[in-house]
């Protein structure tokens, strides 16, 4: 793990450094327009000068963190909310079939399996389930304007969102809300095997 986090370290050139602090200067401008809020209207409510604010936003001036989480808590995010897409995966990314830090979860319930990049998230959850006979994966509402979608691969599924309940069987794909009660139970003798994949509104996906 050591070894792995110099190799991190080592690829954190002053080409990146760069790029995360163009990135955060141009997300700032971003979010001020998209609320309407003028100069004064950020300084007002991060608590950072006007002046420091303009210069950010033109990357003149490179912020400290402190300022930087002022200007996050103004917006009501949070510094990794603030710095997401800074760094896009160079050439292909890809998560082994067999890397055990890819399990989410493995009990008597259900065994997932994550198969989303972690730079996806905030945007889109991606899930490789297996449900066992006669279990209920159920979930309290996700925030507002959340979406599942599932392909089931294998056995059945009984699909619940809010008041509404569909069955589903191997090859059928299903949508629904997600930012009500939900649950998805496998009614059969044999593991319902199936792709799940959460998507949450504002989402670029």
Not at 114 to 141: I, M
Request: charged share 25%; aromatic share 8%.
């Amino acid at each position: 793990m050591e070894s792995t986090r110099r190799q991190k370290l080592a690829q954190a050139d002053s080409t990146d450094i760069e790029s995360l602090h163009h990135h955060v200067c141009g997300r700032i401008r971003q979010l001020r327009r998209e609320r309407g809020w003028t100069l004064d209207d950020l300084a007002s409510l991060s608590g950072v000068s006007r002046s420091m604010l303009s210069q950010v936003e033109r990357g003149q001036a490179n912020p400290t963190l402190a300022v930087t989480f002022r200007i996050a808590l103004a917006f009501e995010l949070t510094l990794s909310d603030l710095v997401a897409g800074a760094f896009a995966p160079r050439g292909v990314e890809v998560i082994r079939g067999d890397d055990p830090a890819s399990v989410f979860r493995d009990d008597d319930l259900c065994r997932i399996r994550t198969l989303s990049p972690l730079n996806l998230e905030k945007d889109v959850e991606f899930y490789e389930v297996e449900l066992h006979p006669g279990k209920r994966l159920g979930s309290a509402a996700h925030f507002d304007g959340t979406r599942e979608f599932i392909t089931l691969r294998k056995g059945t599924l009984e699909i619940t969102s809010g008041e509404f309940t569909q069955t589903l069987h191997k090859g059928d794909s299903a949508q629904y809300r997600a930012d009500v009660d939900h649950s998805i139970f496998n009614p059969g003798k044999h593991p319902a095997e199936f792709f799940l994949v959460d998507i949450y509104a504002g989402s670029k996906i």
